[in-house]
């Protein structure tokens, strides 16, 4: 069923390819825009990717739009700050080959391994692409959706897939949280996590770092949701059932002190109780092993909780961004 509706949608582009073919190629086309802290990017980069997999699976045969994409591509390539080679470009290497069986597109292909430095480490201008939609597994289609943004079919492809499982593994249940993450059915991850966490705990040969990372990754979804009560719940678990002297070098454990200033700042009735504790073992932190997000997390909790303390954090953080300053 979620095949047929990946299927459909990527005929849809045919729609892209006509208007191209009429000489409106406004939507696929290169766009920059600055993308906040991302830096440059390009506006029509999806819209482009989705056009390029209509050609491969639907099998249109256009010399003139392969080669036009495909220097719109690099284009992307070239000035996106985040570089990277990405699936557009390889699905037009893979399609301009056709084109290029006298050199013509030589000077394309040798522009393309130069465009960044992604592209100079691992594009591969013989690569090959499966032209059979057919041939793709569900998690393939799923992968194809994401990439795509088609989040509707996705949806149905995860489901599908979902329940084709029957033992579940903690990948695969890593991997449902990252789908309902990216499809923002963020609710349906609680008691995915709850699990995981049930796991760990019940496993005879699990870690103290197995542990401590299953209460956190439990602890931060709560925040993420804004259901502080649940996050303080399991804060005070850590708290009271793990030794110290086992995690305190861990980074895990300072990410646990995090979660307990993100709580406080965040709220302030719920999380109050968590203030004393965390602030005496950021403390016992030495000056090396602090950063960032431990500093600016413990300075709202001090402020929240009108703690002269945050004006001292507030000197050292600044210390700190000195010392980190390149230049």
């Known amino acids: 069923m979620g095949k047929g509706q990946l299927k459909s949608k990527i005929e849809e582009q045919r729609i892209v390819y006509q208007a191209l073919k009429a000489g409106n190629d406004d939507t696929v086309r290169y766009k920059e825009f600055q993308n906040g802290e991302w830096g440059t990017d390009d506006q029509n980069y999806t819209n482009r990717l989705r056009l390029a997999y209509y050609l491969l699976y639907c099998h249109i045969e256009d010399e003139e739009a392969v080669a ?11 000035r996106n700050s985040f570089q990277g080679i990405g699936s557009t470009l390889q699905i037009l290497t893979h399609l301009i080959r056709t084109y290029n069986k006298d050199g013509k597109y030589a000077g394309l292909l040798e522009r393309a391994k130069n465009a960044n430095f992604d592209c100079a480490c691992g594009y591969d201008p013989d690569g090959q692409m499966e032209e059979d939609l057919g041939s793709n597994s569900i998690l393939d ?3 194809l959706c994401r990439e795509m943004e088609y989040k509707d079919v996705m949806g149905v492809l995860v489901d599908e897939w979902k329940r084709n499982i029957t033992e579940w593994s903690a990948s695969d249940r890593r991997m449902l949280i990252d789908f309902y993450t990216f499809l923002g059915r963020d609710v349906e991850n609680e008691r995915l996590y709850q699990e995981q966490l ?3 705990l019940s496993a005879e040969n699990s870690s103290t ?34 030794d110290y002297d086992q995690i305190r070098t ?5 990410d646990i002190l995090e979660a307990c200033f993100e709580l406080t700042a965040s709220d302030v009735k719920t999380g109050a109780g968590l203030w004393s504790w965390a602030k005496a073992e950021f403390q016992k932190v030495p000056q090396s092993g602090r950063y960032g997000n431990l500093y600016k997390k413990g300075i709202a909790a001090a402020k929240a909780m009108n703690d002269p303390y945050g004006k001292q954090l507030e000197q050292e953080y600044e210390k700190f961004l ?5 230049g």
């Open 198 to 200: 049930e796991e760990i």
């Open 68 to 78: 036009f994409l495909f220097g719109e591509e690099l284009k992307d390539r070239e």
């Open 250 to 254: 861990l980074r895990l454990f300072r």
């Open 141 to 143: 289609c799923i992968y």
């Open 209 to 242: 770092r197995d542990i401590i990372s299953g209460y956190k990754n439990l602890i931060r979804y709560y925040l993420h949701m804004g259901n502080y009560e649940k996050a303080l719940c399991f804060c005070k678990k850590v708290i009271e059932t793990t």
């Open 322 to 326: 000195q010392s980190v300053r390149i």
